[in-house]
């Protein structure tokens, strides 16, 4: 009863975060231009969230918003040091423009009001949020969650003033991590992929609740391929954006690729493991031999000790003995390994484990262009496959409020960047599927009365309708259009309270029939009812 009672007051009484986050601050190794940048991006955080909140829908609250961002100040990071370009003792290094150190929880940043918001998310996150079952994607997933986050949480400073909303490409640290990140908050919600980020019970498997969501929302075969192409996609991102990541990936998939060609020719596998056995079975006998004669025990103690530094130096021959006794084992855990593999039935496991690794391997020592241009190529199957899936949620949709939150997400969506040149809706191979999806939802929303009626024809109602998922006005039941003619071309105009659109052509084969319309031309109508 009294935690309602504080909720309530909560609502009535409006919490001062500026005095709680200068407090906060004055406790912390901050220097001054680092404590007037965290108050200056308060200050245009809640300025601008109520947009955000609009705009995108599914989002964090604004209250919840900025709690996280004092929290991750207060627990997480207790030294900022703000660095100009030109200072000699400068270390950020050439194409960075921060440096973050979880273990010290401290920040170096040039003074950029966004980068230091974006360092302040990567702080705050655990290197690893999938678990180590699922190989080389524990990794690559985990950073692709995170990093997708990281650039979610900055959205809000980066294209949000207070009065409009603008996305530019070129200040988006990665335009594949944000689509993607998107791409899975609009299908799952932003709630599921902040427990997965913050989960702290390590046994719960985040990638396989993502896979039961997805086949309870959109169906087993849809969550296949989003699957496959999430797990390549991560790995392609990883590679292009983490050169040590790929250093290590090479070499795995040289030990991977020389296991494959090895099993390629079963008699030499069997031969091999058995002369690898014969050498385990010789050194297991050594040791024993060793072990079980004092002079030889000896004699291993001071060649062993002859060869390791000082700090590594075996301190006696009981030591020594038990150190062997260890070795023993390890070599017995081989030869049982080794005797699995000449099984028939863990040979073909053993193959089909090899050939799943080799997938994600496979494309890691492209070149840069190549890279890039598959990583273009997965990003595109993804969206087919998105826009398929809210294809199936539209057709489920039951209220008009949910209709609603789905016209704003697809408009969100659509414009998104795809690459640094184009946005979602400008993609000339998605044209069709973003055609497809756009009449249903138009169509769905006009069955349930939120959208007007504009014309007599479905066809020509989504040639002007279309136009609204390209507007970048913020509050979209405010939305009103007007249709003019001027020398046989129709156009169209978009206003909302504040402010008016360019006019656009509406693209028609014939004349535009008038008797078709069910508002008179140069009337501002309401787009939404």
């Not at 601050?25 to 245009?44: G, H, V």
């Not at 024993?288 to 004092?294: E, H, P, Q």
Request: one cysteine or more; charged letters at 40%.
């Amino acid at each position: 009863m009294q935690k309602k009672k504080d909720n309530f007051l909560e609502k009535i009484v409006k919490r001062d975060y500026n005095n709680e986050l200068e407090t906060i601050i004055e406790q912390k190794d901050y220097d001054e231009n680092a404590r007037s940048m965290l108050l200056n991006i308060l200050y245009k955080i809640e300025a601008a969230y109520k947009d955000v909140e609009t705009v995108k829908q599914d989002v964090e609250t604004k209250e919840e918003y900025i709690q996280n961002y004092i929290d991750i100040i207060q627990n997480k990071c207790e030294h900022i040091r703000i660095i100009h370009m030109r200072e000699q003792e400068n270390q950020i290094g050439e194409n960075k423009t921060f440096l973050v150190d979880k273990e010290q929880k401290e920040i170096q940043c040039y003074p950029i009001e966004r980068k230091l918001l974006y360092a302040l998310s990567k702080i705050s996150k655990k290197d690893r949020i999938v678990k180590s079952d699922y190989y080389i994607i524990d990794e690559t997933l985990s950073d692709l969650i995170n990093v997708g986050n990281n650039i979610n949480m900055v959205e809000p400073l980066r294209d949000f003033n207070g009065y409009s909303w603008t996305t530019l490409s070129r200040e988006i640290e990665s335009i594949g991590h944000n689509l993607v990140y998107q791409n899975l908050r609009i299908l799952l919600g932003e709630k599921f992929l902040l427990r997965w980020i913050n989960n702290s019970e390590f046994m719960l498997d985040y990638f396989d609740k993502l896979k039961t969501e997805l086949d309870e929302n959109y169906g087993i075969e849809e969550r296949k391929k989003i699957i496959k192409l999430l797990s390549k996609v991560s790995v392609l991102l990883e590679v292009k954006f983490n050169k040590e990541a790929k250093e290590r990936l090479i070499k795995t998939k040289i030990q991977v690729d020389d296991k494959m060609k090895r099993l390629q020719d079963k008699e030499k596998y069997v031969e091999d493991i058995t002369i690898e056995k014969n050498k385990i079975t010789k050194e297991i006998k050594n040791i024993d031999t060793i072990i079980n004669n004092k002079d030889q025990l000896e004699i291993e103690y001071v060649r062993r000790n002859e060869e390791l530094p000082l700090d590594k130096k075996i301190f006696s021959m009981r030591v020594l003995s038990e150190i062997m006794v260890k070795e023993r084992e390890k070599l017995f855990e081989k030869i049982d390994e080794l005797n699995k593999q000449m099984n028939p039935h863990y040979f073909i496991e053993y193959k089909k484990d090899l050939e799943q690794k080799y997938e994600y391997l496979k494309m890691i020592d492209q070149d840069e262009k190549r890279i890039d241009k598959e990583i273009e190529t997965v990003l595109l199957k993804m969206q087919k496959i998105f826009l398929k899936c809210i294809q199936k949620e539209t057709k489920e949709i039951t209220t008009k409020t949910q209709m609603l939150k789905l016209i704003y997400q697809y408009r969100y969506y659509l414009l998104l960047p795809f690459n640094m040149e184009n946005k979602i809706m400008e993609i000339e191979k998605l044209k069709s599927d973003i055609e497809d999806t756009t009449k249903i939802i138009i169509k769905k929303a006009q069955d349930m009365k939120v959208m007007q009626k504009i014309t007599k024809s479905d066809d020509i109602d989504y040639k002007i309708l279309k136009n609204v998922f390209k507007s970048r006005i913020i509050k979209l039941e405010n939305a009103e259009l007007k249709l003019t003619k001027e020398k046989d071309i129709i156009y169209l105009q978009l206003f909302d309270e504040k402010l008016f659109e360019n006019k656009i052509e509406i693209e028609l084969k014939d004349n535009f029939p008038i008797k078709e319309l069910r508002f008179r031309l140069n009337k501002r109508v309401k787009i939404f009812e």
